[in-house]
C-alpha cells in the first residue's frame, strides 16, 4: 500500500507544493529512501474536513503509514527509518543538533524591523557555528559523505532563508562562510531537492504575511 502524506499548498495557489519546511523534509525523506507515496496538498487557510479529522489540531506534515496517520516531522522521519532501513538515515547524536537553532533566528531576523535589536547577530553567530562543524569535521554532508536526517531537516530551512532573506532585506549568508556556502550548494543539488523544492514565489508569498502584517 503506498504511503499518504499531508503536506502544506502554496499560499494563493493550492494546487502547487507549500512553503513549509517541516512537510519538505518529510517529503525528501521519502524521496532518499525511494519509497512510493500519494501526496496530499492542504489549503491551511481552508483545511478540509476530512484533514481535520486526522489532524485535529490543523498541523502538517501528517503521513499515513500502515492504516495510521502520524505527525510531526522528526516522528515521520523516525518512524520511515526504522520501517525502510536502507538507505540508513540516522544522524549520529553527536551530530543531530547541528544546525538546530539557525531556522529560528532566521525568522526572528526576516521578522525584525529593528536593525539594533541583534537578531541579525544572533543569526549569524548560528552560521558561523555550521561553519566551524563543517571545517572540522569530513563533509560534504554534517556527518560525512552520506546524507542524513539532520541534512533532510536543514535543507529546506536554507532554502527559505536563501530565498526569504535575499527577496525581504536583500541579505545573503556572508563570504566570510564558505563552507556553508559549500554546503548549501551540496544539499541544492540533491536530486530529491531538485525534485521537491517549492517554487521561489511560493517561499515568499508564505513569508509575506509574517513579515508584513
Same mark, same amino acid.
Given at each position: ?6 503536506? #502544506?499548498?502554496? +499560499?494563493?495557489?493550492? @494546487? ?9 523534509? !518529510?517529503? $525528501?525523506?521519502? %524521496? ?26 490543523? #498541523?502538517?506534515? +501528517?503521513?499515513?503509514? @500502515? ?9 515521520? !522521519?523516525? $518512524?520511515?527509518? %526504522? ?33 539594533? @535589536? ?11 557555528? $555550521? ?83
Amino acid at each position: 500500500m503506498a504511503l499518504e502524506i499531508c503536506v #502544506k499548498a502554496a +499560499v494563493g495557489a493550492p @494546487d502547487h507544493f507549500g512553503d513549509c519546511p517541516f512537510s519538505h523534509r !518529510a517529503i $525528501l525523506t521519502l %524521496e532518499e529512501k525511494n519509497l512510493a507515496y500519494k501526496m496530499h496538498l492542504i489549503n491551511l487557510s481552508d483545511k478540509p474536513q476530512w484533514f481535520l479529522d486526522i489532524s485535529p489540531q490543523g #498541523k502538517v506534515p +501528517v503521513l499515513k503509514i @500502515d492504516d495510521k496517520w502520524v505527525a510531526d516531522s522528526d516522528v515521520i !522521519a523516525d $518512524l520511515l527509518d %526504522e520501517k525502510y532501513p536502507d538507505p540508513p538515515l540516522k544522524t549520529p547524536p553527536a551530530f543531530a543538533s547541528v544546525g538546530s537553532k539557525i531556522f529560528g533566528t532566521f525568522g526572528t531576523f526576516l521578522k525584525s524591523k529593528d536593525s539594533n @535589536d541583534q537578531s541579525e547577530q544572533a543569526l549569524l553567530h548560528e552560521l558561523e557555528a $555550521l561553519e566551524n562543524h563543517l571545517k572540522s569535521h569530513e563533509g560534504p554532508f554534517i556527518a560525512g559523505e552520506r546524507v542524513s536526517a539532520v541534512d533532510l531537516s536543514l535543507a529546506p530551512k536554507l532554502y527559505h532563508l536563501e530565498v526569504a532573506l535575499g527577496h525581504f532585506k536583500s541579505w545573503s549568508v556572508p563570504s566570510s562562510l564558505p563552507h556553508v556556502h559549500n554546503y548549501m550548494k551540496a544539499l541544492f543539488s540533491l536530486d530529491s531537492f531538485e525534485k521537491t523544492k517549492p517554487e521561489e514565489k511560493y517561499v515568499i508569498s508564505g513569508w509575506e504575511p509574517k513579515v508584513n502584517p
